[in-house]
């Protein structure tokens, strides 16, 4: 059994703040230069709020993490502490989709630091790439991109590229451009992150495990379902053994394994972790979290292929409604969603609205992607689904010469949505 002291902290939970310190940008480039009054009081705070982040317990991190901010602006603290403060705090919020606040927070700790360092310094760099974070979650590719690429400017300015500081922010981009539907790009950059990390961390770091799970979705998104399970196996023997079987942190496996489960049409054995996957993350994050919804979209996914349409109406409509209202409706996560809601829609013949739904997901996707994005050719799919059952042959024939633009390693096996949000 593990040690607890009297703050109630499991001594197995502080081994793993040093484990998965790569986790989090915050804990790498910590100051450590305090030296005010009051400041050992802040610095106390956020090594508390730490533990608990390397663990994933985001609801005990953030009242610590405030209570930090707080004292930091109401004392006279350094503002090297303000700024740790405000980025502790900004990682936690995203962590939390609490994405408005944690843009808040970060774009100010990067004002801050870029007052206090000069302008290519490394902590610099690492508040850049939460804010990059921050900026996909929200579905802000472009802006993301930009800050990741000024990030990765100033690492390299610092740092070697084959030094192990450069795979955090190689694993990043690559994790963009995945999302953007550069595969091919994607990949090249996780074999590099990861041969960083295998050299410098070593095979069985948690941070290496985080990237083969990357890596892995990668794969699924390819229809490379062998090579994805076998880094998923190698990503969650780690992670148990850092964290345990049923830790929540193993979802974004769970769900990667699940998708892979649904192409081999398992649906039971993918909606087994499915619902593994959304019982932990509602468990700690909560009923309207955006992988709450991400879970319900995929799980809604699984339902419509398994052709089980009542349980596929519950999980579409509750992704919808906690997509909507945590991202808006103009995110990518969002308008995947809406699409699932579209092809239920087409089975219960409520033709107008998946007409609409459709729409609303297409303008969304363009006005994120280019035309060739894979959510695109998803939402067309649908659309044609739509037309031929309204008997519309040239309506149809016009949307399949379309998707067939779409380049052959830009189409995912089948469309994906659930993302690591943890």
């Not at 970060?106 to 939460?130: D, F, M, N, W």
Request: hydrophobic fraction near 40%; charged fraction near 20%.
């Amino acid at each position: 059994m593990a040690l607890k002291d009297k703050s109630g902290f499991c001594t197995s939970k502080i081994r793993l703040l040093s484990a998965g310190l790569l986790f989090c940008p915050v804990l790498l480039y910590a100051n450590t230069a305090y030296g005010m009054p009051n400041a050992a009081s802040c610095k106390t705070l956020r090594s508390m709020a730490r533990v608990y982040m390397a663990y994933g317990e985001y609801a005990k991190a953030q009242p610590l993490a405030e209570q930090a901010l707080t004292l930091a602006k109401t004392t006279n603290a350094s503002d090297t502490e303000l700024c740790s403060s405000l980025l502790d705090l900004a990682y936690v919020y995203d962590k939390q989709g609490r994405l408005s606040e944690a843009e808040k927070m970060c774009e100010l700790s990067v004002k801050l630091q870029e007052k206090i360092y000069y302008k290519g310094h490394p902590y610099i760099a690492h508040a850049l790439r939460t804010l990059s974070s921050i900026y996909q979650g929200q579905g802000r590719y472009r802006d993301a991109r930009a800050v990741l690429d000024r990030a990765m400017a100033i690492m390299l300015k610092c740092h070697l590229p084959e030094d192990r500081a450069i795979a955090p922010f190689e694993a990043e981009i690559a994790g963009l451009l995945t999302a953007q539907g550069c595969f091919t790009d994607a990949e090249s950059y996780y074999m590099h992150a990861l041969d960083l990390l295998k050299s410098n961390y070593g095979p069985e770091h948690l941070y290496t495990a985080s990237v083969l799970t990357s890596l892995a979705e990668l794969y699924v998104l390819q229809g490379r379902y062998p090579d994805a399970e076998a880094l998923l196996n190698r990503a969650v023997a780690i992670q148990e053994k850092a964290y345990g079987p049923e830790h929540h942190l193993l979802a974004p496996a769970w769900v990667t394994m699940a998708k892979i489960c649904e192409a081999k049409k398992d649906y039971a054995e993918a909606e087994r972790l499915l619902c593994s996957a959304l019982t932990a993350v509602e468990k700690t994050q909560g009923l309207r979290h955006p992988f709450t919804g991400e879970i319900l979209t995929l799980m809604g996914q699984v339902y419509l292929d398994a052709g089980n349409y009542t349980q596929a109406e519950t999980a579409c409509l509750r992704a919808v409604d906690i997509l909507e209202t945590s991202l808006g409706a103009n995110n990518d996560h969002t308008a995947m969603a809406f699409n699932n809601l579209a092809r239920l829609y087409i089975y219960q013949r409520k033709y107008s609205q998946a007409r609409d739904l459709c729409l609303k997901a297409l303008n969304t996707l363009e006005s994120i992607f280019d035309r060739n994005h894979p959510y695109v050719a998803d939402v067309l799919n649908t659309m044609a689904q739509l037309h031929e059952k309204a008997a519309d042959v040239l309506e149809v024939a016009k949307l399949q010469q379309r998707i067939e633009t779409v380049p052959a390693d830009k189409q995912p096996a089948y469309a994906s949505v659930a993302k690591d949000r943890l």
